[in-house]
Structure formats: C-alpha cells, structure tokens
C-alpha cells in the first residue's frame, strides 16, 4: 500500500487550513499576508498536484480507503476523505489551477496594499481552496454539504471583496441566492438517497440507483441536476455567472471560472455514475440537451459582450454545456449497454473539464492584467496592447486559440473526443432518439465556429491595432509573478494539446471505477504518438504530428522567398487613408461591428434595438452630433427571471400581514397552532 | 381492601397541591394589581415545591429534594423578589385593561381547563401519584400562554411565561416517577432564571425608550 498520496492530500489541506490562520493573524501587517497566504496556498496546491498524480498513476486511489480527518461528533456526521479516481482526477484540477492562481495573486494582489484589507482576502481564499478540495474529497453526504456552504460562502465573500463598489454588492447577493437553491436541492436529493441507504456515508450510496423505486430515483436526479446545474451554470440557471465573474477581482474570477463551477460537473459526475447507474436513458437525453443548448446560447451570449470579463462568462456556460455533451453521451451509452463508448464520451466530458479549467482560468488572469492596466472592461477602449503587453498577450493568445478548439492545443482535443464519441454513436440504438448525436455534433461544430469568431473579436480589439483610450495607450506590462502564473498554465495547456495519450493514463482508474473500461491503451497509437477514437469506425489524430508538421513547414516560405525574392528591394509607406489626416483609433473595427453579422442572423433570440439620434444644423448630411445606442435583450432575464422576481414579491407583499409587528400577534400564531394540534390529536 | 396508607396520602397530598396550584393559576388570570400578582405566582411556585417534596419523600429520591430546594430559593423567594422591586422602582401598580375583559378571560380558562383534561385523559395511566396532575399540568401551560396574549404588560407577560414554566416542571413531577434527570431539570431552572434577568432589564429598558411598559408599542420598531 502507498502511503505517500494520502499523507500529501492530508499536507494539502493542513497547507490551505495553516494559510487561513496565518492570513488572520496578519490581518495589519499586509504584506506578509498577502506572501503568507498565496505561499502557503502554492505550496499546498503542489503538494495536491504530486499527490494526486502518484495517487492516480500507481493505483493506490483504486484502493478505496476512507481516512477520518477529525473525530466523529455527531451520529451521521464523519469527517471523512476517500481517495477515490474521480475524486482525485478533480483534485488534481483544482490543485493545479490553485496552484497558478495562487502565484498570480502574489503579484495582483499588490493593487489592494493600503485600500483593502488583504489578510481577509488570503483567509477566505484559502478557505475557497480548501473546501473545494474536501468537496471533490468528502465520503460522507453532510461533511460534503458542509464543505460546499464553506465553498459557496467563501466565494460570496471574495466576489464581493471590493463592496465597495455596488456591482459587487449586487453580484454577491445574486450568487448567494442562486446557490443556496442550489443547496437546498442538494439536501432534499441526498434525504432522498438517504431514505434507501439507511445511511450517510458514500460507500452506502455507490450503486444505490439499483435498489431505489423509481419515483424517488428520478426525483433525486431532478434535484441533483438543479442543484449541481446552478453551480456549474447551465442554461436556464446560469444567470449568476455573467454577473458574479466579472465583479469579482480577477485571480478570484479565475478561480470561480475555473475551479468553483466544475463542483457541479464533479456532482453530477458522481450521482449519475457512481450513485444512481445504470441511469434510465431519458437522463442521458436531458443532460445531452442541456449541454447542447448551454453551449450554442453560452457562445452567443459571449459573442455580444463587449465587457471582457463578461465574454470570458459566457464562454463558461458554453464549455460547460460541451462537458455535458460529453457526460449525456456517457449516459446514453451506459444505458444502451456500450461500455467502451460510454468510457470514451466520459474521457471526453473530463478531459474538457481539465482542459477548461487551464484554459479559462489562464484567459481570466489574462484578462485581469489588462483589466488592471487600462483601468476598464469595456473592450472597445483597449487595443494595441500587443506591443504594450507582449508576454501577457502571447499567452492570451495561446489560451484563445485552446478554447477556439484549434489544434494543435488542448481545447482541440477534448472537442475532437467529443466529437468521435457523438459520431459513432448513432449506430449504438436503432431507436429515433440515436438523431441526438448527430445533432448534437452539428451544434457542437456550430459552437466551435462561433467561439474561434468570439476570439477572434476577443484578442483582435483587445490586443492589436491602435489604442483606443488614454489608458490603453499607457499601459504597463503585468509584473513577474503575475506572468509567471499565466506561463505556468500556458505550458499546461501546450502539455495537454500535444501529449494528450500520456495525460490519458491519468483518466484509466476513474472510467474503470465509473463506466467500465479503461481505455489509455485504446486511445493511443503509435507509442502515444497518435490519438485514435476507440474502436475501429473511429478517426485518428495526431496533435503532436500537426505542431511537428507546422514546425517542418515553417522553412518553405522562406526557401521560396529565397528562391524568388532575394533580389527585390522592398519599400516602407504609410497605410492609405483614403486622403484623410492620418489614420486615428475612431476609424477602427469595433467590437459591436465585428459581431454584427452574427446579431442579424440570430435576430429572434438577441432582440436587437438600437436608436439613432442625428443633430444637424443645415443639412442632414452633415451631421454635428450623433449619439448611437444598441441593446441586446437577455431572453432568460426578462423572460423568466423578472416575471417570476415580481410573483415572489407581490406573494411576499400578501405574506407581511402576517408579521404585524405585534407581540401579542406572534404568539397568538404560536398559541393557535397549539390548540389546534392538541384538538387534532384527540 | 385499602391500600396502603403510605401510598394514599401522598398522592391525596399531590392532587390537593395541585387543585391548589389551577385556583392560583386562576386567580392570577383575573388579578389586576401587579404586586399581587407577583405573590400569586410564589404561592404556585410554593405548591409545586410541596408536590416535589412529597414525591421526594415517598420515593426516597434525594435529587428531588435538589428539585425543591432550587424551587424555594428561585422561584418562591429569589424571581418574586426581583420583579417586586422592578415593580416597586418603576412605581406602577396596576394592569391596564387587558384584552379581553376579565369575565371573558375566566371562561377561556375554563374552557382550556377542560381541553387539558381533555388531552390528558389517555394518559391518567401512566400517572403514579395523583389523579390529575397532568391535566393540571396542561392547563397551566395553556392558561399561561393566555395569559400572555392577553396581558399588555412586559412584566405580567413575564409572570405568565414563569406559570409555562410551572407547568411543565409539574408535568415533569407528575408523569416520571422520579421526575426529570436532575441534570435537564437544572438546565430549565437556570434557562428560566436567565431568561427573567434578561427580560427584566429589557423591560426596564422598553419603558426607558417608550415611556411606557406596553409591549403593543414594541410593533413600532417594525421597518
């Protein structure tokens, strides 16, 4: 028995627990707590990453062992961890994103010295991380809720860390609500379970779905999907994502983008396949629809914004609506009885989980550092910032290009597994339901067009061109520790787009604990060299062989040059203007322009409005005024949220009466309802 | 047959304290004058004590005497004591009218006199001493919450909780032989001791804020 992966998790959260007190006490001294608390979270998120590597490589997480961490008070209640595959996988991601955030904020942080008060941020930072950890790791239902309100309201609190500002304000209550939904549907979907197992612990839960009626079952999966669906942010409940993201201060965002939201992949992962399987098919189709609808209307959502951090939310939905797509699949697959595609559709919702949470949370650092060099969101008072920010913007770069699924990067690859897991599995069924696959893949497809568009608008008007404001002209590269941690991912993401067999053997114990097979053997060809989609109908790819390829065709258009060109002399000139005085920042592409034909073709969704108004003195030619305004509308806000806000407060405004403020009142509620029980009994 | 005197006067003796303790309890409903009010409750508290006592007797249970001797000391000289100089200091005599007027008042009780009787019938089995004891228990506690809607007053409110509280010690007395672990009875004594120590000084502080002792006025805080 390996020893060593438990001992470092149990150092991994001694780590995180040491970096909330010693933030504490450095709640004056500003400066040690912002290194105390970003060290101590760096070296306890390392400490994660060996630990769960070696956990996941050496097969000691097959072993199933539950490790109490602190004594049981309370029947039920066990303070336990089990290092378990899937628990494990997700460690590995937070603590790998943990890790690179961690050594970001060491820098970012440096903007709050002497305005806010860092030792809170590095206490509840840490507290973030920690119960994140313990919810990927908890074996007992009410340590796990008990870890996810500690994560939820942690992340309240840094969302809402500079409240003093009214967006935040507002975004931290919003993310509060939505959550605790969340949660209470969580309760009511573990009683549920509970009702059957007689218990709370885990292992009474593994493969309980066999046993329990099948009233009680598709509740329990209702609810599960609600309260894990808030927290991963699926459409129609992702409201919370596009405001909390962007108010919260950036390495915060990144770490609620890239960590927090894939709690409730981590969930539904652990209910649909470990807890409740063999799962009816219409649960696979619920969450395949879901995912793909998440995913078209996340990307067009995104296509619209003009706010970075906002844009880089929508996109959230988006990926995660793609992991659904993957794990719906899986369940489908199950259900028909495909172990091996099941496994590969698993492998490809969690890969894009990992490969996600790089990618995201790389962009969002990214986009933290301009944010704090231009002083604004708003994409169209950036620009040029490629020669302002070279480091910066070249791993801005890399993460667009991932998560524009371009190969030869790691965004690449999960959607290409996604892909092959759709494809081949319209010959599973012969039922009318096997046309989700196809459509599904259509809409995926249609997804990856749109969002390589929405980066291409990112990085465009953000990074090239000529400053568009004051503040983007003066721009400042971001400091060391701040590149440093976006470098770090930027390697991981490089790391999972060219080597993406040897990242599979990570994956093999968790889709032989939850789906049956492992697969790592299957999938690579060639010593690794070549990635293959399974079985034997399915398509290769080589990630590595395309960069090698793109690295050998670099020379032609130089030996061509060589060839053709050598003598020539070439001549420097202005860029014509068409006869104007010079070209200025106003006559550039803007955002809203670029997405413009995509906002006409989806006109029935968007609802565009815009107003025009033209000041003229004497000819209508020429114009000495003009104010120009468009909106967009948001179909789900005010169309379901704003009329169900206003029921609530018109039945909230009936239930006052009740509450007349009068003593005598209240206990008369208390009396009556007394009388009436004991009568009742009689 | 007769039974064994030893078990018939005791529970005789219980039956009567308890008799004894609904008539105060009574009286208390329809009393106006605070101070005489405050003395209706010790004479209760008073009863209560005998009916711990004699159960401690017969039974040869030496935590009840703890029971009792808590009773004499708290709720027969220490709380009258206290609420009578809260009286005394803040020089108000009398009630002003309650809610429903005083005839009314006396039939409500009444009527939860019987639903207690009511309530309690299943249970007369269980009961070792006495006949009616918790019956009578039940009634306190109904009456006492009446009382406590029906009183304007802070400190007849609290008078009325402290009748609750009587209530449910004689509950305790009366359906377990040896009554409560002497532990959760301990932890009720000292609850309710606070809970009047707090209450007096809030009291004192409603009619600081509201110059009154009126706790209908409290409905102003309201947002």
Partial sequence: MNQLPPTLLLLTLLGYATGVVASLFCLRAEKAANVLACGLAALAAFSGVVASVIGLLTGAATAHESVQILPELIPYLRFSIRLDPLGLFFTLLVSLVGLAIAVYSLGYNRQFFGRKNLGVFGAFFNSVLLATTLVFLADNAFFFLIAWEIMALSAYFLVSFEHEKEESRNAGVLFFVMSHIGTGCLILGFLLLFQTSGGYGFEGFHAIGATMAAGPRNAAFLLFLVGFGVKAGIVPLHIWLPVAHPAAPSNVSALMSGILIKTGIYGLTRVCFDFMGPPPNWWGVTILTIGTISAVLGVLYALMEHDLKRLLAYHSIENIGIILMGLGAALMFLHTGHPVLASLALIAGLYHTINHAVFK???????????????????????????????????????????????????????????????????????????????????????GA???????????????????????????EAGGPEVAGQFLLTAVCVFLGLFPTQFLRLLDPVTSQLAGSALSAQLGLANGFVLAGATATGGTVSTLGLALMAVCLLPVPLALWWVFARGTTVRRGPTWDCGLQGLTPRMEYTATGFSKPIRMIFKALFRPRREVQREYDFSPYFATNLRFESHVEEVFLTRIYRPLNWLVWRVSRRMRALQAGSLQAYLIYIFVTLLLLLIFAL | MHPAPTSEIPAQLIALFAALMLVAQLLLAVQRMLL?????????????????????????????????????????????????????????????EPLVNFPTSMLICGGLTLLGYLVARPFT???????????????????????????????TQVLALLTVENGVMLAAVALTTYGMPLVVELGIFFDVLVAVMILGILVYRIRETFASMDTSKLSQLKG
């Avoid at chain 2, 007797?57 to 005497?65: C, G, K, R, T």
């Avoid at chain 2, 709720?75 to 609420?83: E, H, M, R, S, T």
């Fill in chain 2, 36 to 96: 005489t009010s405050i003395r209706l409750f010790a004479i209760q508290s008073l009863f209560l004590a005998g009916i711990a006592a004699v159960v401690a007797y017969s039974h040869n249970a030496f935590h009840v005497y703890v029971v009792v001797a808590l009773t004499l000391i708290g709720k027969v000289a220490f709380l009258p004591w206290l609420l009578d100089r809260q009286v005394r200091r803040m020089k108000i005599i009398q009630e002003i």
């Fill in chain 1, 450 to 476: 749109l969002a390589a568009a929405c980066f291409v608008k990112a990085y465009g008007i953000t990074f090239l061109a000529q400053p568009r404001s004051e503040h983007a002209a003066c721009a400042h």
């Fill in chain 1, 361 to 447: 949370a790389l962009l969002f650092l990214g986009a933290g550092a301009v944010v704090h060099a231009t002083h604004t969101r708003n994409m169209e008072e950036m620009g040029g910032l490629v020669k302002r920010m070279p480091r910066t913007a070249f791993c801005f770069l890399v993460g667009a290009v991932a998560i524009s699924a371009l190969p030869p990067l790691n965004g690449f690859v999960s959607e290409w597994l996604t892909y092959q897991s759709l494809l081949q599995g319209f010959g599973t069924t012969p039922s009318l339901i096997r046309l989700m696959f196809p459509l599904g893949g259509a809409m995926l497809a249609l997804t």
């Fill in chain 2, 125 to 155: 089995s269980l009961e070792r001493l006495g006949n009616n004891t918790l019956a009578v228990a039940i009634t306190l506690v109904l009456t006492g919450f009446f009382l406590m809607i029906n009183r304007r007053k802070a400190i």
